[in-house]
Antibody, heavy 120, light 104 residues
Framework: QVRLVQSGGGVVQPGTSLTLSCEAS????????LDWIRQTPDKGLEWVAE????????YYADSVKGRFTVSRDSSKNTMYLRMNSPRVDDTAVYFC?????????????WGQGSLVVVSS | QLTQSPASLSASVGETVTIFCQAS??????LTWYQQTPGQAPRLLVH???TLQAGVPSRFSGGGSGTHFSLTISNLRPEDFATYYC????????FGRGTKLDIK
């Protein structure tokens, strides 16, 4: 069965960096896009970034563009989110999700979530 | 922008409820519904406005197009009490603020 298992997360100081990982299993990794979505009580669910099935294209929400980088390693079936210069308002639970892009862009399987707290 | 209504809803087991999602401009059928229980990731229920995801019970149904969409849950079961989100499945990938369904 399809599984997305996340690692990383924790407390990070503003202006430093943190990398989240998302290891996929149960399907052909290179056939699907992957996304990061975050959730806070205040803002709800917010799409963060997407990387295409082959890693050739990536897309970002304006709120993280230039600070976060999404990447994937097909040899490890793993996607990453590098968070540079995190801000207090990046504090959230971060989910990875498999993207379905045939008719629109939606998410059929999700990771368990990783809490990121940005605090000095 | 997606506006969900109501923000919260109380119902009893066995009842039928409908949740609404309104887009600020026409989005054709690029609308997805998710269910989330506390501490869990969202679960895909319906995509393309009305296509039930594999494995989702048939008591869930989605409808609408353009700017008005709905998710109906028939014959509510205890496991259906959760928060429901709509998502615009075309960029920008926006989510609604959710509708919390709890037991009356």
């Amino acid at each position: 069965q399809v599984r997305l298992v996340q690692s990383g997360g924790g407390v990070v100081q503003p202006g430093t960096s943190l990398t989240l990982s998302c290891e996929a299993s149960g399907y052909s990794f290179s056939d699907f896009a992957l996304d990061w979505i975050r959730q806070t009580p205040d803002k709800g669910l917010e799409w963060v970034a997407e990387i295409s099935y082959d890693g050739s294209n990536s897309y970002y929400a304006d709120s993280v563009k230039g600070r976060f980088t999404v990447s994937r390693d097909s040899s490890k079936n793993t996607m990453y989110l590098r968070m540079n210069s995190p801000r207090v308002d990046d504090t959230a639970v971060y989910f990875c999700a498999r993207g379905r892009v045939a008719h629109g862009d939606y998410f059929d399987f999700w990771g368990q979530g990783s809490l990121v707290v940005v605090s000095s | 922008q997606l506006t969900q209504s109501p923000a919260s809803l109380s119902a009893s087991v066995g009842e039928t409820v409908t949740i609404f999602c309104q887009a600020s401009q026409s989005i054709s059928t690029y609308l997805t519904w998710y269910q989330q229980t506390p501490g869990q990731a969202p679960r895909l229920l319906v995509h393309s406005a009305s296509t039930l995801q594999a494995g989702v019970p048939s008591r869930f149904s989605g409808g609408g197009s353009g700017t008005h969409f709905s998710l109906t849950i028939s014959n509510l079961r205890p496991e259906d009490f959760a928060t429901y989100y709509c998502q615009h499945s075309s960029r920008p990938l926006l989510f609604g603020r959710g509708t919390k369904l709890d037991i009356k």
